[in-house]
């Protein structure tokens, strides 16, 4: 499939299905970084300054063998790290025939990749490579619930962003993922609402 033909319910079955297959339990958090070397086969490959280099923390090769990640993303933000090794997979999942013939043959290519790719597909395949990463490590199976009895308090799970619990943080962290991370996972499934303009200050402007 090609990356523009991807619907976001495509994406979560996608997601649902990996799941399914490497995760059945459905342990959380979930183990991304085993379920990558133990049963995929992929090895993880550090970088010194990978993030400074390429304006990237993490990148996967068309030969999906291995996944480069920034050295200091991996030693000191493992929210981030779990996240990105997520979003690598999703390209591997949903981009697999495409980036094949079209994506960085290495890692030491992504630069001269980047720079003649149409800026139209690069932000196709991000933005569901970012959405299938929010699937995978936030299961709805376990999200729908936890979240549910998280905002009883709230009398709705349906929120806009300034409502909130200030311990919003803990619950993410019950699911390994960053504050900024589950945000974009809630509001996919309709659980929040987050205005563009609130958008642009909480991500920079990068989603």
Request: glycine content about 6%; aromatic content about 12%; charged content about 25%.
């Amino acid at each position: 499939m090609k990356p523009n033909e991807w619907t976001l319910p495509q994406v979560e079955q996608q997601a649902i299905g990996f799941l399914k297959h490497y995760n059945p339990k459905l342990i959380i958090p979930v183990p991304i970084e085993e379920i990558l070397e133990l049963q995929l086969n992929i090895r993880l490959i550090v970088y010194p300054e990978l993030e400074t280099k390429f304006g990237v923390n993490g990148l996967i090769n068309n030969s999906f063998d291995a996944i480069g990640i920034d050295e200091k993303v991996y030693n000191f933000q493992k929210e981030r790290t779990r996240f990105t090794l997520a979003e690598e997979l999703g390209h591997k999942i949903l981009h697999g025939e495409w980036y094949g013939k079209y994506g960085p043959p290495s890692f030491t290519d992504f630069l001269d990749w980047h720079a003649k790719l149409d800026p139209k597909i690069y932000d196709y395949i991000d933005r569901q490579a970012k959405t299938f990463a929010g699937y995978v490590l936030a299961p709805g199976q376990v999200l729908v619930p936890e979240w549910r009895e998280f905002t009883k308090s709230k009398g709705s799970s349906c929120l806009q962003l300034d409502q909130l619990p200030d311990n919003f943080p803990v619950f993410c962290k019950k699911f390994g993922i960053a504050p900024q991370s589950m945000l974009l996972r809630l509001e996919k499934s309709g659980f929040l609402t987050i205005t563009q303009d609130q958008k642009d200050i909480i991500f920079n402007k990068q989603h």
